[in-house]
């Protein structure tokens, strides 16, 4: 799947939407940020440093977060376990002992609700816990952005409310984030801003309600040619 | 003259080569698993071509026709028995499952036939073709040519009829399959089946070629990963093109070094390969997933 | 495979010192000593490679190698006129350097084709060794006219496999524990976690390589022969592997279980016919895995979780 020419610029603070229809490249695009895919051509700069090409779990400690979109637990881990990964190893400063990571495992936990699972087998959890789960994992490594992927899909609106609310407390503690996603009322009220990605491109950026009438986007989702 | 020797002999080792290699590679491909047996069953082939030779005088030219249905049998057996459970799981389990049953084969051959060395001596064996500087052993002309015949009879399989066309779809995307309809299960036997049936066939044209005892195909395992991670697993021409660049870098390391270091060759090769191209060649070294 | 819950420190103290008492309390029990013997230092080698195809879930099929690495640098230092002693060290640090060599590039290979290529390490290894008889004395190998007496090579034995097992008990605790656990069961999400696989990998092994190489050391000290077949060879390869996936793969004590039981098989098994014992193992595992793939040490948990659950269960219906 190609990304084929993406200009994209983050501002700290920001909720971003990063919407379009499948096989945009949105999570290509994602992967090339995290460091799990390498780009052929083009830059990556977080806080003005070049990322592109570095390694996954540099840029994780560098402060870039991201979830995956099927979500997989570790699965012989429990809650709490699979959270103290991210705060062992994608914190700066590492924490200096078990316990401490635990403790902030068990903070990140907290603040996504999922406290009274701590204990439980990460496997055990329903969908939604597990996109909780996924949301603590990246919140306990300290980032300063997270990249969340399709984190609302197959929630029903319950637990969708309940997501968005979490993401907003997520940028009320200062961290910024960056949301792929096909629920776009979620997504409306949501973002701060929004870009659309269409077959590798990008083919809009701004604010959500002009973006989300433009006639370009409507198109790109509906398959037919622009008015 | 004597590099024409060379390379015509290469080609018609890589024909036998890519036999032994394509069990691996449909296995892979149909059910996900290494069959890390595929030495034990190379094995089994030679020896049970050789045990109806020394026991009833069967031709050993003849023994693939009883050879190829009775391990495509047991292949079908052992899928149903034994792998079915471990499919699903993760991949060490089915590895682990497999290196057992390679145990197990191993062990039985020496206990039915001791560590001692076999091997065949028909009047095939020592008969070449001469002309001038070249010669050609008919033994390994013959292997080529059943080898072959072999692959273009599975080349054919898969891509003309019903079922072939099913075990493509389930290598493909094993989830979309079952979503129209095909018998995943029925189709998986069916695929170990015709796998384990390849490596009997690879293991009697072997026998034809080399003296061989229980231990026997375990560098010939070795030489089927690399052609693997050479040629790549998705089809039979990367298989064939694997198999080619392997023989044709053991005949001429032969002139070069001595026979015991053969072996080394393909080890190299892998590792070589490994560091120039730590990307990997075709989706074998890493699985991404996604879009 | 997060925890594990490790039998009272008490009973391992009291263990231990009975372990220690022997050679003082049974001087000439020479059978006793020596089959001890064998199991502390398996022990110790299928403790070595749990670190890396258990805790890591890299499994490895050329762990010969390394064993063989030790076993034939203090061979070969030895016949040079160094102490035995002296060459444990450059032993298990030569078996690491090797392993990493080795290991960086074959880590690029995910799940089973790593295995694979672990048995073309072993077999080239062992190639090597066969081939550069200047240094090994090829295929006859090299031997020694004597070695230490059997009461120290037993507490020499005692002593790796103290340490094995104490390694792999702080391992269990210890955040390298957790990046190993966390790259067996998903590398990918692992990395993206922030967790540097390939260097916690070839920790790992070069770990699991030291310690195994230093046991390669005591065995050659023990044998006073090493040949490119019987350290190299495949069966020792397999050894390798068996004994931690009989006892429990991943666990703290599975490998010391499977090297009992390895023990006691071989006994029992090679005596009255070669390869009855191997033939067994294949068996054993492809039951093992069938049925249950945590080894002993599984089979023991299944039995305690089944017995309080119904104990659970029992309290439940007593309540409603």
């Not at chain 2, 009697?204 to 231990?215: C, E, Q, T």
């Not at chain 2, 998705?234 to 072996?263: H, K």
């Not at chain 3, 966390?182 to 976690?193: E, M, R, S, Y």
Request: proline share 4%; hydrophobic share 55%; charged share 15%.
């Amino acid at each position: 799947m190609a990304v084929a020419d993406v200009s994209l610029q983050v501002f700290a603070g920001e909720i971003v939407g990063l919407i379009g229809p499948n096989g945009a490249g949105k999570s290509t695009l994602f992967k090339v940020i995290a460091g799990i895919d390498r780009p052929t051509s083009g830059a990556v700069e977080f806080n003005g440093n070049p990322i592109a090409g570095k390694r996954a779990d540099r840029v994780c400690r560098l402060g870039v977060a991201s979830t995956h979109q099927l979500v997989r637990p570790f699965p012989y881990m429990s809650v709490l376990e699979n959270v103290m990964v991210g705060a062992f190893f994608g914190r700066v400063p590492r924490p200096h002992s078990p316990r401490a990571a635990r403790e902030i495992a068990f903070e990140a936990l907290q603040f996504c609700g999922l406290e009274g699972r701590a204990g439980d087998a990460a496997r055990m959890l329903t969908l939604a816990g597990r996109k909780r789960l996924e949301i603590a994992r990246a919140l306990a490594t300290g980032p300063v952005v997270v990249l969340l992927d399709e984190v609302l899909a197959g929630l029903n609106p319950t637990e969708t409310d309940r997501t968005l609310e979490l993401m907003r407390a997520i940028v009320a503690r200062g961290v910024t984030i960056v949301i792929v996603e096909h629920n776009l009322r979620a997504v409306r009220g949501l973002c701060s801003r929004i870009a659309v990605m269409a077959q590798g491109r990008k083919i809009a950026d701004g604010d959500p309600a002009t973006v989300l009438a433009d006639a370009n986007v409507i198109a790109a989702y509906l398959g037919t040619a622009p008015q | 003259m004597d590099t024409l020797s060379t390379l015509i002999s290469a080609i018609l080792v890589a024909g036998l080569y890519a036999t032994m290699s394509y069990g691996l590679a449909l296995i892979y491909g149909v059910l996900k698993i290494v069959n890390l047996a595929n030495a034990g069953f190379l094995m089994i082939g030679a020896y049970a071509t050789w045990w109806m030779w020394t026991a009833f005088g069967f031709n050993p030219l003849l023994a693939p026709l009883v050879i190829v249905p009775v391990f495509f049998l047991i292949g079908i057996a052992m899928e149903r028995t034994m792998i079915q459970r471990v499919v699903d799981q993760e991949p060490i389990i089915s590895l682990l499952l497999l290196f057992g049953v390679w145990l197990v084969l191993q062990n039985v051959a020496y206990l039915l036939f001791t560590g001692d060395t076999r091997s065949i001596t028909i009047p095939l064996t020592d008969a070449v073709y001469q002309r001038g500087d070249i010669v050609i052993p008919w033994a390994r002309v013959y292997v080529f040519a059943v080898g072959t015949l072999a692959l273009v009879a599975m080349q054919l399989f898969l891509t003309r009829t019903q079922l072939g066309r099913a075990i493509r779809s389930i290598a493909q995307d094993r989830d979309a399959a079952r979503l129209v309809g095909i018998d995943v299960k029925r189709v998986n036997a069916i695929a170990f089946g015709l796998g384990i049936a390849l490596l009997g066939l690879g293991g009697s044209l072997l026998s034809l070629l080399y003296s061989f005892d229980p231990d026997f195909g375990r560098t010939l395992t070795l030489k089927s990963f690399c052609i693997v991670v050479l040629g790549g697993l998705e089809s039979f021409v990367g298989v064939a093109f694997g198999s080619i660049a392997l023989a044709l870098a053991e005949a001429f390391g032969l002139r070069y070094m001595p026979a015991s270091l053969q072996n080394l060759i393909s080890f190299v090769l892998l590792v070589v390969v490994l560091i120039a191209f730590p990307k990997g060649i075709a989706g074998l070294l890493r699985r991404r997933s996604g879009v | 495979m997060s925890r594990v819950q490790v039998a009272g420190p008490l009973i391992a103290a009291a263990a231990l010192l009975c372990a220690v008492a022997v050679p003082f309390a049974f001087p000439h029990a020479e059978y006793v000593l020596d089959v001890l013997f064998l199991i502390f230092l398996y022990g110790a080698m299928s403790a070595a490679w749990n670190i890396i195809g258990g805790f890591a879930g890299q499994i490895s099929f050329g762990h010969a190698a390394f064993l063989g690495v030790g076993a034939y640098a203090t061979m070969i230092l030895w016949g040079e006129g160094w102490s035995p002693w002296a060459t444990l060290p450059v032993a298990g640090g030569l078996a690491a350097i090797f392993s990493i060599l080795v290991g960086v590039p074959s880590f690029r290979l995910r799940g089973p084709y790593f295995s694979i290529a672990t048995i073309g390490i072993g077999e080239a290894t062992r190639l090597v060794a066969l081939n550069w008889s200047k240094l090994t004395g090829g295929a006859s190998g090299l031997t020694m006219a004597a070695g230490p007496p059997p009461q120290i090579q037993y507490l020499s034995a005692l002593a790796v496999c103290v340490a094995a097992f104490g390694i792999s008990w702080w391992i269990v605790q210890s955040r390298f524990g957790f990046a190993l656990a966390a790259i067996k069961q998903d590398t990918d999400a692992a990395q993206t976690l922030g967790v540097d696989t390939t260097l916690f990998k070839t920790l790992a092994l070069a770990l699991s390589a030291a310690l195994v190489g230093i046991a390669g050391s005591i065995y050659a000290m023990h044998y006073l022969y090493v040949s490119p077949d019987s350290v190299f060879g495949f069966s020792t390869a397999i050894a390798l592997v068996i004994m931690p996936i009989i006892g429990g793969v991943g666990t703290v004590w599975g490998p010391l279980i499977g090297a009992v039981v390895y023990t006691f098989i071989r006994e029992q098994f090679a005596v009255k016919l070669a390869n009855a014992d191997l033939l067994a193992f294949g068996l054993l595992l492809v039951a093992i895995v069938l049925f249950e793939p945590k080894g002993i040490v599984g089979a023991w948990g299944s039995v305690m979780a089944r017995r309080a659950f119904r104990k659970r269960a029992a309290g439940v219906a007593a309540r409603g």
